[in-house]
């Protein structure tokens, strides 16, 4: 049942799985709070939405590799009913971890493990008895096995995995009414692997066989949100997507 008065949260919307999730949402007639860097382009999105779909749509443009401005963030959000937050932004680097450019490396640290961190356990201490509610955080299969080049970027996904999946545990074992799950992609041809490789110009028809869209990958996060499933990832040799429960060994729940 939809209530006009309750939002989806979606950080990173502004391009890529981001973008094309929120245009998901809206189709369904949720109302929206896009945040990202780019206030142009929130605010070009947020009037497509409104005027295509009928929806509200609220944008933030915040930087969330800096922890006063995601505290800032998500204070923003106290006069709007949230039903579901999905932290979708994120960013990779490739090449050796030695060579990685530190200033960069520390900023996908702070982006992909401290904001969703510090995002996720806001969001659990006051919704996490609120009905029909969700923390959806976007990992990788890169979350699941390490990727030459990947490394640190990998770790930093095995950490949200790895968060997300003990918070579905404990959500459950609390016997709380929020649901935690995580989505995890394989390659998606999004402006990722451009920032990764620090380049204008990639051709993923050129370096990858097999890749997925963004719009494709939006379609696979609403199935995991209308699942009972923990985790969405995609099978790295069939490339469909897989609804499955908490893949981590889970020591002393119950």
């Known amino acids: 049942m939809f209530f006009m008065h309750k939002f989806v949260v979606i950080t990173g919307a502004s391009s890529g799985i981001g973008r094309e999730v929120a245009i998901k949402f809206a189709k369904r007639g949720k109302n929206l709070v896009l945040a990202a860097r780019s206030k142009d382009i929130l605010e070009q999105l947020k009037d497509e939405l409104e005027e295509d779909h009928g929806v509200q749509v609220e944008t933030r443009v915040v930087d969330l590799t800096d922890m006063t401005a995601v505290k800032k963030f998500y204070e923003s959000l106290w006069d709007l009913e949230v039903e579901t937050l999905i932290n979708d932004a994120g960013f990779g680097l490739r090449g050796a971890f030695w060579e990685n450019q530190r200033s960069q490396l520390l ?3 702070d982006l992909n493990i401290k904001a969703v961190t510090y995002l996720s356990q806001l969001f659990l201490s006051d919704h996490q008895n609120a009905p029909n509610t969700q923390l959806i955080n976007v990992s990788s ?3 699941y096995q390490i990727v030459n080049d990947m490394v640190a970027y990998c770790a ?5 995995s790895a ?4 918070l579905a545990h404990e959500l459950q074992e609390k016997g709380a009414l929020l649901k935690a799950k995580v989505l995890a992609p394989a390659v998606t041809k999004t ?3 451009a920032v990764a490789r620090n380049t204008k110009d990639f051709d ?4 990858f066989k097999k890749y997925h869209t963004a719009e494709q990958m939006a379609d696979f996060l609403i199935q995991l949100y209308d699942s009972e499933q923990t985790v969405g990832i995609v099978n790295e040799d069939t490339m469909d997507f897989e609804l ?3 893949q981590f060994k889970a020591v002393g729940f119950k």
């Not at 968060?163 to 003990?166: H, I, N, R």
């Open 107 to 109: 900023a996908m640290i």
């Open 141 to 143: 299969l890169g979350g």
């Open 156 to 160: 930093s996904k095995f950490y949200v």
């Open 163 to 166: 968060l997300t999946e003990g």
């Open 191 to 193: 402006n990722f692997d």
């Open 204 to 207: 993923y028809d050129t370096t």
């Open 244 to 246: 499955k429960p908490a």
